[in-house]
């Protein structure tokens, strides 16, 4: 009896362990089909993600470009791509809307018309989703992006080499340096110090220009979209002391003791600054045309702060892009910008010193040379909401 009753015990306990075991299964089968659900739903979430910060960037590329009535299709442009690519459902559904717009949910810091929110969702079916009454899962994404300060406040374009120092000290401490060619020192003095200087190469005197980061990307103009100005005419005029009054003008030459009036000034013919002539001008843009050109004597000193409002908010000086004339100031000279020096195609040449414009001081022009001196550069531009050398960036 008892033999018989311990391989009755024993079948039973058999019984039991394969029962568990099909329970067992059924669990693992179950969490390995729900896993299934959940990767694809992760998976769909990551390429709707990567598909609303590209759409999201064109938009506000667009706003930037000064094309804001078309930001919404820019950015259904780009989902129309990817869907059509494979990368996104095709079932895809997007919400695009500026931040500034009712119902957007945009952090306060980008509740503006000058940033855009693009929200993208797909409904999928499920497996084991089914089994639990959840037919289908919805992966979101979203993305928020606008134009923000670049982080560059010396931007040269492109010669060679783009960027040239001699006797003269150039510190950058919260922005960068960015050359579109090489980089070089020519006295065993020069040095820029920067939170990083970029360029293809650094030649002669690189030890005291640093960080230095060789074979970089050439920058691109973060000012492509300011607008060109109305073509105009004026007549010449000569101010020996004074007041010169915004307008706009054919020759232009100052001596003396000039004192700018608050407006834009525009130059058509030959901007003259004679010897030890000191010229300041607050709230003030100089615009020199694609013909005009500049001749700078020893001893003078430029001083302009760029405006704060209006389409030039933070451009201090512009040289037309397609103006190829040389800016050369003579030994013994000095520039000092509140905002902006904008000149695309121009090479440049400082005498002397350049920037000292307190928290915002920036340039951007097709090559460098700053033969002596000091120059202290800032893009925090905190009088002009940020630096005007803009980048896209993502915000959310």
Same mark, same amino acid.
């Given at each position: 009896? $008892?033999?018989?009753?311990?391989?009755?015990?024993?079948?039973?306990?058999?019984?039991? #362990?394969?029962?568990? !075991?099909?329970?067992?299964?059924?669990?693992?089968?179950?969490?390995?089909?729900?896993?299934? @659900?959940?990767?694809?739903?992760?998976?769909?979430?990551?390429?709707?993600?990567?598909?609303?910060?590209?759409?999201?960037?064109?938009?506000?590329?667009? &706003?930037?470009?000064?094309?804001?009535?078309?930001?919404?299709?820019?950015?259904?442009?780009?989902?129309?791509?990817?869907?059509?690519?494979?990368?996104?459902?095709?079932?895809?559904?997007?919400? #695009?809307?500026?931040?500034? @717009?009712?119902?957007?949910? /945009?952090?306060?810091?980008?509740? +503006?018309?000058?940033?855009?929110?693009?929200?993208?969702?797909?409904?999928?079916?499920?497996?084991? *989703?089914?089994?639990?009454?959840?037919?289908?899962?919805?992966?979101?994404?979203?993305?928020?992006?606008?134009?923000?300060?670049?982080?560059?406040?010396?931007?040269?374009?492109?010669?060679?080499?783009? &960027?040239?120092?001699?006797?003269?000290?150039?510190?950058?401490?919260? /922005?960068?340096?960015?050359?579109?060619?090489?980089?070089?020192?020519?006295?065993?003095?020069?040095? #820029? !110090?920067?939170?990083?200087?970029?360029?293809?190469?650094?030649?002669?005197?690189?030890?005291? #220009?640093?960080?230095?980061?060789? %074979?970089?990307?050439?920058?691109?103009?973060?000012?492509?979209?300011?607008?060109?100005?109305?073509? /105009?005419?004026?007549?010449?005029?000569?101010?020996?002391?004074?007041?010169?009054?915004?307008? /706009?003008?054919?020759?232009?030459?100052?001596?003396?003791?000039?004192?700018?009036? $608050?407006?834009?000034?525009?130059? %058509?013919?030959?901007?003259?600054?004679?010897? %030890?002539? @000191?010229?300041?001008?607050?709230?003030?843009? &100089?615009?020199?045309?694609? !013909?005009?050109? &500049?001749?700078?004597?020893?001893?003078?000193?430029?001083?302009?702060?760029?405006?704060?409002?209006?389409?030039?908010?933070?451009?201090?000086?512009?040289? @037309?892009?397609?103006?190829?004339?040389?800016?050369?100031?003579?030994?013994?000279?000095?520039? $000092?910008?509140?905002?902006?020096?904008?000149?695309?195609?121009?090479?440049?040449?400082?005498?002397? +010193?350049?920037?000292?414009?307190?928290?915002?001081?920036?340039?951007?022009?097709?090559?460098?040379?700053? *033969?002596?001196?000091?120059?202290?550069? %800032?893009?925090?531009?905190?009088?002009?909401?940020?630096?005007?050398?803009?980048?896209?960036?993502?915000?959310?």
């Amino acid at each position: 009896m $008892s033999i018989r009753t311990r391989i009755a015990s024993a079948g039973d306990e058999s019984g039991q #362990i394969v029962l568990l !075991t099909a329970f067992a299964m059924v669990a693992l089968l179950g969490m390995a089909t729900f896993s299934l @659900d959940a990767g694809y739903a992760y998976d769909t979430r990551n390429k709707l993600a990567g598909s609303a910060d590209a759409a999201a960037k064109s938009a506000a590329l667009e &706003i930037w470009r000064g094309n804001a009535a078309n930001y919404a299709a820019f950015a259904q442009a780009v989902v129309t791509q990817d869907k059509g690519a494979g990368r996104i459902p095709t079932n895809t559904s997007a919400t #695009i809307r500026l931040c500034s @717009d009712v119902g957007a949910t /945009c952090l306060a810091g980008f509740s +503006s018309n000058k940033y855009v929110e693009v929200i993208l969702s797909s409904s999928q079916s499920t497996y084991v *989703g089914a089994i639990l009454n959840r037919l289908s899962l919805t992966p979101t994404a979203r993305a928020v992006a606008g134009a923000s300060s670049g982080p560059s406040c010396i931007i040269a374009l492109s010669g060679s080499p783009s &960027i040239s120092i001699g006797n003269a000290a150039i510190t950058s401490p919260t /922005c960068a340096v960015a050359a579109g060619g090489p980089v070089q020192g020519t006295n065993p003095n020069s040095t #820029i !110090t920067a939170s990083a200087v970029t360029g293809t190469t650094c030649v002669n005197n690189c030890g005291t #220009i640093t960080p230095f980061y060789a %074979n970089s990307p050439a920058p691109s103009d973060p000012l492509e979209s300011l607008p060109t100005p109305a073509t /105009c005419s004026g007549s010449n005029v000569s101010v020996s002391g004074g007041t010169w009054s915004a307008g /706009c003008f054919g020759n232009v030459n100052l001596n003396a003791t000039v004192s700018m009036g $608050s407006g834009f000034f525009t130059v %058509n013919g030959v901007l003259t600054i004679s010897n %030890n002539t @000191d010229i300041t001008g607050t709230n003030v843009t &100089i615009y020199l045309g694609p !013909t005009a050109s &500049i001749v700078w004597g020893q001893h003078s000193s430029l001083n302009l702060t760029a405006p704060t409002t209006g389409t030039y908010t933070g451009i201090a000086f512009y040289m @037309d892009r397609t103006n190829t004339n040389p800016f050369t100031m003579q030994n013994n000279s000095d520039l $000092s910008i509140v905002g902006a020096f904008y000149a695309p195609k121009s090479d440049v040449t400082i005498g002397n +010193s350049l920037g000292n414009g307190g928290d915002c001081s920036l340039i951007v022009v097709r090559s460098l040379d700053i *033969g002596n001196g000091n120059g202290h550069f %800032n893009n925090n531009c905190s009088g002009y909401s940020g630096s005007p050398l803009t980048t896209i960036s993502l915000a959310e």
